[in-house]
T-cell receptor
């Protein structure tokens, strides 16, 4: 069983569309994250949820909206996609916000054309 | 912003030890030092973390300078599978908003 799984793995879509990326963890962790890795390979945190509550919201356009229906899921919805949104998006989880070991998913490569 | 400085790239031979340096001169007393690595086309993978004392686990060792302004990740015997980008990260603890801020990392190449 994959600890942190994201779907889809690849997503190609046109500008202006709305899309979602799903993330699920089966580790029983309380905290989940979304990271974005751009073309220069920089990994930047976007959001962090603890027990379904938002605890970190970095400077991210409000076209990006995370949703956590339960502790095991943190989905990322993106409205009005732009070319600059093309990146690899990683979901991660940790036992708690103050735990060192985070587990990352395999990533979703989003390409906006 | 990342608060660590690492060499852009390093090379190693298979089965030899590798020492990956990291400078973090502005580290605060509550910052832990974490190391993650990212294999090609994979998500980052936790390697090790520490606060003041040197740490060992099955993957690597972490040597922390006495003044904590630098640290070194030690891979005792590099394998081809260790070729990855290694990130040294300072993580805040003690509150409800701990998070990991990744820098550029060091790209490690391992030659057979």
């Amino acid at each position: 069983d994959t600890a942190v799984s994201q779907t889809p793995k690849y997503l190609v879509t046109q500008m202006g569309n709305d899309k979602s990326i799903k993330c699920e963890q089966n580790l029983g962790h309380d905290t989940m994250y979304w990271y974005k890795q751009d073309s220069k390979k920089f990994l930047k945190i976007m959001f962090s949820y603890n027990n379904k509550e938002l605890i970190i919201n970095e400077t991210v356009p409000n076209r990006f909206s995370p949703k956590s229906p339960d502790k095991a899921h943190l989905n990322l919805h993106i409205n009005s996609l732009e070319l600059g949104d093309s990146a690899v998006y990683f979901c991660a989880s940790s036992q708690a916000p103050d735990r060192a070991e985070a587990f990352f998913g395999q990533g979703t490569r989003l390409t906006v054309v | 912003d990342a608060k660590t400085t690492q060499p852009n790239s390093m090379e190693s031979n298979e089965e030899e030890p590798v020492h990956l340096p990291c400078n973090h001169s502005t580290i605060s007393g509550t910052d832990y030092i974490h190391w993650y690595r990212q294999l090609p086309s994979q998500g980052p993978e936790y390697v090790i973390h520490g606060l003041t004392s040197n740490v060992n686990n099955r993957m690597a060792s972490l040597a922390i300078a006495e003044d904590r302004k630098s640290s070194t990740l030690i891979l005792h015997r590099a394998t081809l599978r260790d070729a990855a980008v290694y990130y040294c990260i300072l993580g805040y603890y003690g509150g409800s908003q701990g998070n990991l801020i990744f820098g550029k990392g060091t790209k490690l190449s391992v030659k057979p």
